[in-house]
């Protein structure tokens, strides 16, 4: 299991979906919610609504969240933690073009780092449905 006192403030960042099942709009369809988070502060520093049905980042939200990410500090971080699986190849591709080191890992072993971000986003998202 991974915590942040295992990490200095933007040494790593964790990409993680946010919502346990899709938010529904009226207007737009489904969206998945994916998060930027320094793995230290729990800080989080970018996020993207991204359509179900593509499944996930285009190219440019990719670079969008990785700059908006950046924007904190105007540092990268040395690694980028993902879990195994997760749908982000671009992401991936964009972090490694960076310099940035992907490391993956099992879903379970973010959950001290991610879960507080999932709960409060829960809490705003209740209902599971925008208008």
Known sequence: MLHPNQFQVMEAWVAFQLNPVPIQTDL??????FALMDAASCFLLSSAFIATGQGEMMDAEARHVLEEAWSHKQA??????ISVG???SRLVAESSKLGIDVI????DALQPLIQEARDSFAAHFAAGRLH
């Open 28 to 33: 737009d369809g489904a969206f998945n919610a």
């Open 76 to 81: 990268w971080p040395q690694k980028l933690i």
């Open 86 to 88: 997760h749908h982000a």
């Open 104 to 107: 993956e890992v099992p879903e």
